[in-house]
């Protein structure tokens, strides 16, 4: 069994930072991409960050310049450094992982953790 656990969220003013970390963990082979996305209420769930096993990165519009994403490839864990925090970065927050497992294969988007609340108050 596969489990990615989310930690990090919060609460913070306007402007304020906060740094998630997502953790990776069981009968892993490999991980390929990893990626934050974000749902807030009654919207849909959007990419906001995505990385490669190699470091590539790519941001949503919305974040960049203020989002960083990283990844530990040794503990099987990537981040999130959140900078520059707006209310509207008000969301819960979760990761995916393009994984290869003993027990099967899981592309970007169909294996994720439970989340972790974000919230930015102006």
């Known amino acids: 069994q596969v489990q990615l656990v989310e930690s990090g969220g919060g609460s913070v003013q306007a402007g304020g930072s906060l740094k998630l970390s997502c953790a990776a963990s069981?009968?892993?082979?490999?991980?390929?991409?990893m990626a934050w996305y974000r749902q807030a209420p009654g919207m849909q769930r959007e990419l906001v960050a995505g990385i490669t096993s190699g470091g590539g990165t790519n941001y949503a519009d919305s974040v960049k310049g203020r989002f960083t994403i990283s990844r530990d490839n040794a503990k099987n864990t990537v981040f999130l450094q959140m900078n520059s925090l707006k209310p509207e970065d008000t969301a819960v927050y979760y990761c995916?992982?393009?994984?290869?497992?003993?027990?099967?294969?899981?592309?970007?988007?169909?294996?994720w953790g439970q989340g972790t609340q974000v919230t930015v108050s102006s």
């Open positions: 069981g009968s892993i082979i490999s991980i390929g991409t």
């Open positions: 995916s992982a393009d994984l290869r497992t003993y027990g099967g294969r899981w592309s970007l988007g169909e294996y």
